[in-house]
């Protein structure tokens, strides 16, 4: 049998035709928070996975996970979910300083081959699919955070309501970002961002279309609708891809399983079975009232996370075969400040006298509570 | 970043402090005193602008 080797094809852009998609979840598939329409803090991630909210305005709005019908997956490139926001307290009159919008945050490890601070800088296209019930020309924008912080605006336009459309950007490099100050670290920290404005006050439209500039002034250029000018407006956008180059490829849809691990990095969410006990690990106890476990974390995370709870110290039990099951007195905490990317230690706290100190322990849900330990790494 | 009701958690091995309990936009939180954290990064930021302010561990 006569075997022949096979080059593999060169592919331009970022690093080959595998991951040359900046954005983790561009089709939204993962929710690990919630997928229901949950009200938005500002500077806060409430559903879909990698997607930060802001709103400094008067206005409020939503998010949600929502499932694409068949019809719109055909006319999306086969994306299956989009990020939905609904304005559900209307700001007309928007001040100078207000701002809403959101926001997907790029590893700085992650952008190294933007080769940013160098004359060798990358040009960047985006794509992505958007239905709203607005039409005309808008604004999003991409921003560089690490060191000098520089912001190019993008504009696209809405041709039909209610109908998803795609759209393509190429934001080319210039000396802005090309100059030395504009390095982006090679750390754990934030990269760049993508960000789509919901609603943008006079100091923050000062920007040219597709051109970097330094400063905070720059998220749009003055076209840039008011998605929250009426509880009418809806926004959904999915099927995001930022990568180097000029042309937009094809859509990277990876399995889900791998955009889930990706998402991991950032957030680490475990459930209760919600209907039974269901097991958070076994460990000690301390003394009469804590146990002690471990949680590893796979993959490794951004950083060292914070835990979230249900806020609800009941929704969480301990078990031993000498005392029996006891519900937590507090909610469950990180102990120590021993704790890495990779694992930390948790305490469960039940009340004073309930556990005897030096034997095992399982920590777990409460019966018909679905309670979670959510580990959170975002940047 | 809105937090409140901060209070340090004891390392119950080394006694000394080892996270802060919290709430941060309405979500309960466990955070770890570890620099490269964004949450103890915001929490050290509002407490050096003094806009917040830590209860003692029990």
């Known amino acids: 049998m006569t075997q022949t080797k096979v080059e593999a094809p060169f592919v331009e852009g970022g690093g080959g035709s595998s991951f040359k998609n900046l954005v983790i979840n561009g089709g939204q598939k993962i929710a690990q928070r919630a997928t229901a329409a949950t009200a938005v803090s500002n500077g806060s991630y409430q559903t879909v996975d990698r997607w930060k909210l802001y709103n400094v305005s008067d206005g409020a709005y939503t998010t949600a996970q929502t499932a694409l019908s068949l019809t719109d997956q055909a006319t999306t490139d086969g994306q299956t979910h989009a990020l939905d926001i609904q304005c559900t307290t209307a700001d007309g009159s928007v001040g100078a300083g207000q701002y809403a919008f959101i926001y997907h945050l790029v590893e700085a490890q992650n952008c190294q081959h933007l080769k940013f601070g160098t004359s060798s800088a990358v040009d960047l296209t985006l794509q992505f699919y958007v239905k709203s019930n607005l039409t005309g020309t808008t604004c999003g924008f991409i921003a560089k955070e690490d060191s000098t912080y520089c912001q190019a605006p993008f504009e696209f336009t809405i041709n039909s309501a209610n109908t998803w459309e795609k759209k393509v950007v190429t934001i080319p490099a210039n000396a802005v970002i090309q100059a030395s100050s504009s390095i982006i670290n090679n750390d754990n920290g934030a990269g760049i961002g993508i960000g789509f404005n919901l609603l943008l006050g006079g100091n923050f439209d000062n920007g040219t279309n597709l051109t970097w500039e330094t400063g905070g002034a720059s998220y749009a250029t003055t076209n840039v609708l008011n998605f929250l000018s009426s509880t009418d407006n809806d926004f959904f956008i999915t099927g995001l891809q930022l990568e180097v180059g000029n042309d937009a490829s094809d859509f990277e849809h990876l399995p889900i399983d791998v955009e889930l691990q990706r998402c991991r990095r950032y957030l680490q969410r475990v459930e209760a079975s919600g209907t039974d006990y269901g097991s958070f690990g076994s460990g000690a106890n301390a003394n009469t009232a804590s146990s002690l476990t471990q949680h590893l974390f796979s993959p490794p995370m951004r950083t060292v996370p914070t835990l979230h709870t249900t806020g609800t110290a009941a929704n969480y039990s301990v078990f031993n075969g000498s005392t029996g099951l006891d519900a937590c007195a507090s909610i469950p905490a990180i102990n120590g400040n021993g704790g890495t990317n990779s694992q930390i230690r948790l305490e469960f706290i039940a009340a004073s006298g309930a556990l005897t100190a030096g034997q095992s322990t399982e920590m777990l849900g409460s019966d018909g509570v679905a309670a979670y330990l959510m580990f959170h790494a975002e940047l | ?58």
């Open chain 2, 1 to 58: 970043m809105k937090i409140e009701n901060a209070k340090y958690h004891k390392d119950l091995i080394s006694g000394k402090n080892g996270s802060i309990n919290c709430v941060i936009n309405g979500q309960h939180c466990s955070v770890p005193m570890n620099e490269e954290n964004t949450e103890y990064q915001e929490i050290k930021k509002q407490l050096d602008a003094g806009t917040l302010t830590i209860e003692e561990a029990d």
